[in-house]
């Protein structure tokens, strides 16, 4: 047997106090396989143990919520018997290192992470964060990662319907690919990965098991540095097309009752997932893995253990069931074999060419697992309104604004999604949210993904409660009502105080926020040690919202429909420039103190709106988010190229006012008839209300002066990233 | 009208295709297994879109030796009423029921848009629903559109009147020869095209100008 030295337990990712705790948890000295196989239960990717005492704090409970954090995905009601399934998760180190197969594995895996609880994946979103654009990494990047994302998702034929992409040097040498799925079941055929019972057939699906992603998890849980890249072999390979027939063979296999339990093998394959169905059964699991469907010849027990090969299901089946569930996976062409046995030892027992290669208590791999109340060191949040040039020509930079790489138009991107396949998209990407009808019906979905990492840094705790309401706010600018979030917290090292505090002040903001509007955590998934060189990322706790629609012909659009309309807004402009846009593209400074929202404010203002849309008095609604006001209604009259006479409304100054990022706002264009009572009605509620003018014409024009052209603006809008990612110069556009 | 939709492992449009027959025929299409060698007693066949095989081939290139396409030849050759949208009509020019090839797209990526298309032919059982240059907006969603063919084969699509559907000027988006997006067979009973009629039959959705597509095969096969 193989003698395990300290060098072994160090590049196995454990500290010397975990390889202790190990050793009394045995009683013994570990296998190989055994020391493999805790590295990767107790990696900071599988076993949460640096956040795991904060997430508690999370609110995770409401009557529509099904199920909570702690399954592949979270669930909740969404009427009529229907249930809406869904979780986001991270894949960043190895789309760093391979763009294109790093983010195409990442969508493959959170599909699976879906489709394993019953559910038919109905929608992708992905939240993608990039250095800067003049960085020289930056265009292979996105090229790769956007790419990777519409290979998979496309193949899949589900439709990518959206997401956010931003760029800013923090993530030079560390970007974020966090991708979402959203499916729909039967309340009646959700599956869990409880492997309840003993002497149950553990069975093995999909693709066969290789060489290719030992030890990602462990990889995902260490900084980067400059020798990163060197990891490229242990990426995985994304094979799409064996995932789109593994959907299928796994739904026709659910439409039975064959299955006890199933779960996906993701990070850690083959694993955390027998560990966890185990754990969350209260049962052992014995597997044979020369029983193991195997690409490459010669592998070891410690390989196939780590593996992360893709495309691959375990299940518990009812005894019995066996052939008819191997009838149907031979349908699909797919591997199927039944590798073990579930036992009541409460032990994982694998054995391989007649000698058992690890047997261990399966509580060591998940309870006894280490939790760690790191410290973190409190930094003041930053505060103060930054000094502006009041003189600066507010169209002109406008004009600038709509042509930066954070704000352009994400054209260039979604157009290599399929947004449209399943023939249920109702809002394709461009607007607040995007809204998937529920099949065969008049229910409809909205999804979003959102966080403002740049107020995240200077404010970790208001970050995290803005990211959550700017979600809110874009489900009910659809008109959905918000139901619930999955949050993927993108963070650098734990191990360092001051990051810690970030992570620990950005859950603070989401439980707040998530409490106050009514909108429960229901999964999620942590990305930490986001560094490269000792560099961490800007923290980015990105948020994953969906809605419901009960009619989905009531739908809100940002585009301005109609000249004559009036344009209202809705919420309260003090003009807050502290890490504004504008401040960093105009007056090329991120400073000042990161927006705060008030939550009872967000609510109450939302909640208004939403009724407006409800009642089909009000079709075309936009939040106010990056940019600010003045950014939004250009983003209205872009889309049909109608535009508006507005004016100055409540502030003095002009730049405060159409830039400043003010939280809990929307603009909404309504017919003359309604918005007299709109506003009166907004009024009478105590709501913040204010006309700004008409729409019409095909200029924007401010308080009766200056004007500037739609198509001008739309020029600058829709060219930044086709240019960028063509290579051509990026033209000074003021 | 009696159909049946073809599904290949990882066609990924074929419920697509049924929503869309169901709705506008009101009859449910038979869904054909790729490994079924027979094909039921039909009119109209579809070949949907998709990924099949996963395309890691020539698009269409593993789908076109599956054992159904014998059938589906036969279906054809007997004058039956053959679709190929998207991945379907991949799977016609690999199956030499239509002529040419679709190529990577000029941009080199996978594009997904509505477009603008003109009808350039009117007298055949898919458009004649259709106004002659009418206007029309369909989305494509695919990597593999740019349709080529030898100048002959173009000029022969032409001067047979067999170029259905054409993307209007300025809205080729994949650098198809002659702005090419559907094309009829010989017997003018099989047609491909690249865009999606059957993602535009549904007013919520943003757009009912696939319609007439599947009015038209109705007035024809009832």
Known sequence: MTQITAAMVREHGLSDAEYARILELMGREPTFVELGIFSVMWSEHCSYKSTRAHLKKLPTKAPWVIQGPGENAGVIDIGDGDAAIFKMESHNHPSFIEPYQGAATGVGGIMRDVFTMGAR??????????????????????????????????????????????????????????????????????????????????????????????????????????????????????????????????????????????????????????????????????????????????????????????????????????????????????????????????????????????????????????????????????????????????????????????????????EQYDHTVMADTVQVPGGDAAVVRVHGSKKALAITTDVTPRYCRPDPFEGGKQAVAEAWRNLTAVGALPLAVTDNLNYGNPQKPEIMWEIVAGIDGIGAACRALDFPVIGGNC?????????????????????????????????????????????????????????????????????????????????????????????TVHDVSDGGLLVAVAEMAMPRGIGASIGLAGLPEAIPFWFGEDQARYVIAAPLAQADKIVAEAQAAGITVAELGKTGGDTIILDDKDSVKIAALKDGFENWFPNYMSGEEIPVTN | MKSAVIVFPASNCDRDAKVALEQMTGKTPAMVWHQDSELPEVDLVVLPG??????????????????????????????????????????????????????????????????????????????????????????????????????????????????????????????????????????????????????????????TDGRNLFHSLIETLS
């Open chain 1, 121 to 414: 994946p109905i929608a992708m979103m992905n939240a993608l964060r990039f250095g800067e654009p003049d960085h020289p990494k930056t265009r292979h990047l996105v090229s790769g990662v956007v790419s990777g994302i519409g290979g998979y998702g496309n193949c899949m034929g589900v439709p990518t319907v959206g997401g956010e992409v931003n760029f800013h040097k923090s993530y030079n040498g560390n970007i974020l690919v966090n991708a979402m799925c959203v499916g729909l079941a039967r309340q009646d055929k959700i599956f869990l990965s409880a492997a309840k019972g003993a002497g149950n057939p553990v069975v093995y699906v999909g693709s066969k098991t290789g060489r290719d992603g030992i030890h990602g998890a462990t990889m995902a849980s260490a900084e980067f540095d400059d020798a990163s890249e060197e990891k490229r072999p242990t990426v995985q390979v994304g094979d799409p097309f064996t995932e789109k027939l593994l959907l299928e063979a796994c739904l026709e296999l659910m439409a039975t009752d064959a299955i006890i339990a199933i779960q996906d093998m993701g990070a850690a394959g083959l694993t955390s997932s027998s560990a966890e169905m185990g754990d969350k059964g209260g049962s052992g699991i014995e597997l044979d893995l020369d029983k193991v469907p195997q690409r490459e010849a010669n592998m070891t027990a410690y390989e196939m253990m780590l593996s992360e090969s893709q495309e691959r299901m375990l299940a518990v089946l009812k005894p019995g069931r066996e052939a008819q569930a191997e009838a149907i996976f031979k349908k699909w062409e797919l591997d199927f074999a039944v590798i073990g046995i579930t036992t009541n030892t409460n032990r994982l027992v694998i054995k391989h060419k007649g000698k058992v290669e690890a047997d261990m208590p399966i509580t060591a791999l998940s309870d006894a697992a280490p939790i760690y109340e790191r410290p973190y060191t409190e930094r003041k949040p930053l505060a103060g309104e930054p000094a502006y040039d009041k003189n600066k020509p507010v169209l002109a930079s406008l004009k600038t604004i709509l042509a930066s790489p954070d704000m352009a138009s994400r054209r260039w991107v979604w």
């Open chain 1, 527 to 619: 990305s930490l040690y986001n560094e490269t060189n000792g560099e961490g990322i800007l923290p980015t706790p990105a948020i994953g919202g969906v809605g419901l629609m009960q009619d989905v012909t009531k739908m809100a659009t940002v585009a301005f429909k109609r000249a004559g309309d009036v344009v209202i807004l809705i919420g309260e402009t003090k003009g807050h420039l502290g890490q504004s846009i504008y401040l960093r593209e105009i007056e090329g400074r991120e400073e000042g103190a990161a927006p705060k929202v008030d939550l009872a404010v967000e609510k109450k203002n939302g909640d208004f709106v939403r009724k407006l849309i409800e009642a089909g008095r009000v079709d």
């Open chain 2, 50 to 207: 998709g990924f099949s095989y996963g395309d890691y081939l020539r698009c269409g290139a593993m789908a076109s030796q599956s054992a159904v396409m014998k059938s589906v030849k036969a279906h054809a050759d007997k004058g039956g009423m053959v679709l190929g949208i998207c991945n379907g009509f991949q799977v016609l020019t690999e199956s030499h029921l239509l002529p040419g090839a679709l190529m990577r797209n000029a941009a080199l990526k996978f594009v997904c848009r509505p477009v603008g298309l003109e009808i350039e032919e009117t007298q055949s059982a898919f458009t004649r629903k259709y106004e002659n240059g009418q206007r029309v907006t369909f989305p494509v969603a695919h990597g593999e559109g740019s349709y080529f063919a030898d100048e002959e084969t173009l000029n022969r699509l032409e001067g047979e009147n067999r170029v259905a559907f054409r993307y209007a000027k300025g809205e080729n988006p994949n650098g198809s020869a002659r702005n090419i997006a559907g094309i009829l067979s010989e017997k003018r009973n099989v047609l491909g095209l690249m865009p999606h009629p059957e993602r535009v039959v549904d007013e919520v959705l943003g757009g």
